[in-house]
């Protein structure tokens, strides 16, 4: 099952403190932050798709699916998402979550291709 951008957005407001009582994001406070979300998650994720060997593409909508495996969108990119969404308004905050997107983004397994012996040379 692929994650969706409002799932990572999602997981960024739990990390930045903008859920509400009752569990839920608050909508209006938020409306700032999900506007700039898909252009940041574009850019985050055409940068970790190489790492990950997918096709990246452009996240036009919330509701898109992410290319990259669910365990770089639901733990590395909600980091790096709001590293990049607190910078303005709490910059030691950011730097903290941009610290932990870097250390967890390094820990992303690398996709690694078979390699083919083409000159039929043996051991």
């Not at 990950?52 to 980091?79: G, K, M, W």
């Not at 969404?85 to 950011?94: F, T």
Request: proline residues 3%; aromatic residues 8%; glycine residues 4%.
């Amino acid at each position: 099952m692929a994650t969706t951008g409002e799932e990572t957005f999602s997981l960024c407001m739990a990390l930045i403190d903008e859920y509400n009582d009752n569990g839920t994001v608050d909508a209006n406070a938020t409306l700032d932050y999900r506007a700039k979300t898909p252009a940041l998650l574009t850019i985050m994720v055409t940068e970790l798709a190489r790492k990950e060997d997918v096709e990246s593409s452009i996240i036009t909508d919330l509701a898109d699916d992410l290319v990259v495996s669910d365990y770089t969108a639901r733990v590395v990119l909600p980091y790096g998402l709001g590293a990049h969404l607190m910078l303005d308004e709490n910059p030691s905050v950011a730097s903290f979550f941009n610290q932990k997107f870097e250390e967890m983004k390094r820990n992303i397994p690398v996709a690694f291709e078979a390699i083919t012996d083409v000159y039929g040379w043996s051991e």
